[in-house]
């Protein structure tokens, strides 16, 4: 799915530098003398510069048509996650007793559960989601679909058992509506775009990486985990009949789990990196998910689906949409 | 003469996109970016998932006893049409209620056998034209292992049973 990128090019390289440097030189220069004028000991110049690569890194400009697909990406997946993936949410309105809401839950005065708040936030996702993925009305038919969706995963993790795969698709769709207007067609890129994406490729790295902090909590040691018997009990409970036989074996068990914990730690490095080792990256936890999901059904697909924030999707448009590249300049010219 | 043709078409373009931020817009993007991060990590360090979407990534981050066991959970039924013993079908288009939640919430489980009686009424709502449920036994098997490899035959027990009423 990937190989037709071009890995020269890639999210982070296309326009970081020049919005930290564009503004930020002169500002800086001119405070930094001002301090060592004064001779002050804090370098203010310095923070400034910190400050401005921080902005920079968190908000670098992306063209809109990337956004445009991840747009009809997301908005699709989440027709399918709200009907194959966390389905249990209309069932669940048979059986309110059993409802223990979640913090957020008993923070906010949100709806007990129901069959019929079930089927009226689904027929609204449904509504939203169709209309947010085409790239029209992108802040209401984004607000709205952001709103109902949260409430739907409550409703459905609510029942004594909360999964993790949904931390990046969560603040996809709250972070999403937040560019506002994004067509396929539409030339150049923004800011907000970059800050929206970085905040999914984030919550995608988090997902591995705090699952690697939780290890550590819970166990007391950062690699305590690793040695113990999680992948047996795992198995034991839920293997597919692919993954059986490994239970005979369970040094090659704590092999996997040395691995996966490595990994999970070292996850923070593909937020920092371009070209093959980005997709290196990708290819390790991509192939990770779909090894969980053949031994034990278990696909994270609400993430997988987030990691396409990484990729300049826009290069696999045909050639009539490509323009945002080239036309960039001629706008500048304008 | 290109170039001066693709200027006059942006230029005549009714609605653009905004392609910068404000000071407004930078600045609660970053102190959204704060606050989400802390979230996480406040999570974490809690080691709670109750503070969903923002919870520890605590699935399978429990270290198992290479020695201990390994116990799963779940519901054994007797049938109207006088079946014994069917598994309970506990996920989302069987009984809308999933076995990690039932062991999530075991100990009410134990407390109130007669919980299970939602069980069997989500079971008759969802598909009333199955065979349904007269009698539900909470069930666990506990697997021994040795040194990460299990040994013997799992150990059953009835946890809880209920006599399911019409």
Same mark, same amino acid.
């Given at each position: 799915?990937?190989?037709?990128?071009?890995?020269?090019?890639?999210?982070?390289?296309?326009?970081?530098?020049?919005?930290? %440097?564009?503004?930020?030189?002169?500002?800086?220069?001119?405070?930094?003398?001002?301090?060592?004028?004064?001779?002050?000991?804090?370098?203010?110049?310095?923070?400034? @510069?910190?400050? %401005?690569?921080? @902005?920079?890194?968190?908000?670098?400009?992306?063209?809109?048509?990337?956004?445009?697909?991840?747009?009809?990406?997301?908005?699709?997946?989440?027709?399918?996650?709200?009907?194959?993936?966390?389905?249990?949410?209309?069932?669940?309105?048979?059986?309110?007793?059993?409802?223990?809401?979640?913090?957020?839950?008993?923070?906010?005065?949100?709806?007990?559960?129901?069959?019929?708040?079930?089927?009226?936030?689904?027929?609204?996702?449904?509504?939203?989601?169709?209309?947010?993925?085409?790239?029209?009305?992108?802040?209401?038919?984004?607000?709205?679909?952001?709103?109902?969706?949260?409430?739907?995963?409550?409703?459905?993790?609510?029942?004594?058992?909360?999964?993790?795969?949904?931390?990046?698709?969560?603040?996809?769709?709250?972070?999403?509506?937040?560019?506002?207007?994004?067509?396929?067609?539409?030339?150049?890129?923004?800011?907000?775009?970059?800050?929206?994406?970085?905040?999914?490729?984030? %919550?995608?790295?988090?997902?591995?990486?705090?699952?690697?902090?939780?290890?550590?909590?819970?166990?007391?040691?950062?690699?305590?985990?690793?040695?113990?018997?999680?992948?047996?009990?795992?198995?034991?409970?839920?293997?597919?009949?692919?993954?059986?036989?490994?239970?005979?074996?369970?040094?090659?068990?704590?092999?996997?789990?040395?691995?996966?914990?490595?990994?999970?730690?070292?996850?923070?490095?593909?937020? !920092?990196?371009?070209?093959?080792?980005?997709?290196?990256?990708?290819?390790?936890?991509?192939? !990770?998910?779909?090894?969980?999901?053949?031994?034990?059904?278990?696909?994270?697909?609400?993430?997988?689906?987030?990691?396409?924030?990484? !990729?300049?999707?826009?290069?696999?448009?045909?050639? @009539?949409?490509?323009?945002? %590249?080239?036309?960039?300049?001629?706008?500048?010219?304008? | 003469?290109? /170039?001066?043709?693709?200027?006059?078409?942006?230029?005549?373009?009714?609605?653009?996109?905004?392609?910068?931020?404000?000071?407004?817009?930078?600045?609660?993007?970053?102190?959204?970016?704060?606050?989400?991060?802390?979230?996480?990590?406040?999570?974490?360090?809690?080691?709670?998932?109750?503070?969903?979407?923002?919870?520890?990534?605590?699935?399978?981050?429990?270290?198992?006893?290479?020695?201990?066991?390994?116990?799963?959970?779940?519901?054994?039924?007797?049938?109207?049409?006088?079946?014994?013993?069917?598994?309970?079908?506990?996920?989302? /288009?069987?009984?809308?209620?999933?076995?990690?939640?039932?062991?999530?919430?075991?100990?009410?489980?134990?407390?109130?056998?007669?919980?299970?009686?939602?069980?069997?009424?989500?079971?008759?709502?969802?598909?009333?034209?199955?065979?349904?449920?007269?009698?539900?036994?909470?069930?666990?098997?506990?697997?021994?292992?040795?040194?990460?490899?299990?040994?013997?035959?799992?150990?059953?027990?009835?946890?809880?049973?209920?006599e399911v009423v019409r």
């Amino acid at each position: 799915m990937t190989r037709r990128f071009d890995p020269e090019q890639d999210v982070a390289s296309g326009s970081e530098p020049a919005v930290g %440097s564009a503004s930020e030189p002169l500002g800086a220069d001119a405070h930094g003398v001002a301090t060592r004028v004064a001779g002050g000991s804090a370098d203010s110049g310095t923070w400034r @510069r910190v400050g %401005s690569h921080v @902005r920079a890194w968190w908000m670098p400009e992306l063209p809109f048509a990337r956004v445009a697909i991840m747009r009809a990406a997301i908005y699709l997946f989440l027709l399918y996650d709200i009907f194959y993936l966390r389905n249990d949410v209309i069932p669940h309105g048979h059986t309110p007793e059993l409802y223990e809401p979640l913090w957020i839950g008993r923070a906010l005065p949100l709806p007990e559960p129901s069959v019929g708040l079930a089927q009226t936030l689904q027929v609204l996702i449904v509504v939203g989601s169709l209309v947010a993925a085409t790239g029209r009305l992108p802040r209401l038919a984004g607000w709205t679909v952001a709103l109902c969706y949260f409430e739907w995963l409550i409703l459905s993790m609510s029942f004594g058992k909360v999964d993790h795969d949904h931390l990046a698709l969560v603040i996809a769709v709250f972070v999403l509506p937040t560019i506002g207007r994004a067509r396929l067609s539409d030339h150049g890129g923004s800011p907000a775009a970059g800050w929206a994406f970085r905040c999914i490729q984030v %919550s995608v790295i988090f997902t591995y990486f705090g699952s690697a902090l939780a290890k550590w909590v819970r166990n007391g040691a950062p690699f305590a985990w690793a040695n113990g018997a999680v992948l047996s009990w795992a198995f034991i409970r839920r293997a597919t009949d692919l993954a059986r036989w490994s239970l005979d074996y369970p040094w090659l068990l704590r092999i996997g789990q040395w691995v996966m914990l490595i990994a999970e730690f070292l996850s923070p490095i593909v937020l !920092f990196v371009k070209g093959k080792w980005l997709y290196f990256g990708a290819a390790f936890f991509l192939t !990770f998910h779909l090894v969980t999901y053949l031994t034990l059904g278990i696909h994270f697909l609400p993430t997988v689906i987030c990691w396409l924030a990484f !990729f300049p999707t826009e290069k696999l448009l045909p050639g @009539r949409f490509r323009h945002t %590249s080239d036309q960039q300049p001629v706008e500048h010219a304008a | 003469m290109r /170039t001066l043709l693709r200027v006059r078409i942006t230029a005549l373009r009714p609605a653009r996109p905004r392609t910068r931020l404000s000071r407004w817009g930078t600045a609660w993007r970053l102190g959204l970016v704060v606050v989400g991060l802390v979230a996480l990590v406040h999570g974490t360090l809690r080691d709670s998932d109750d503070f969903f979407p923002f919870g520890s990534m605590a699935q399978y981050a429990s270290a198992h006893d290479l020695n201990g066991t390994t116990r799963s959970t779940y519901i054994l039924a007797d049938t109207e049409s006088g079946e014994e013993d069917v598994r309970v079908p506990l996920n989302a /288009t069987g009984t809308g209620i999933g076995r990690a939640e039932v062991e999530g919430q075991l100990g009410d489980f134990l407390d109130d056998p007669s919980l299970m009686q939602v069980i069997a009424d989500a079971y008759r709502d969802i598909h009333p034209e199955r065979d349904q449920y007269t009698h539900l036994y909470l069930m666990r098997d506990v697997y021994q292992l040795e040194d990460g490899y299990v040994v013997g035959e799992p150990e059953t027990t009835l946890l809880a049973e209920w006599e399911v009423v019409r």
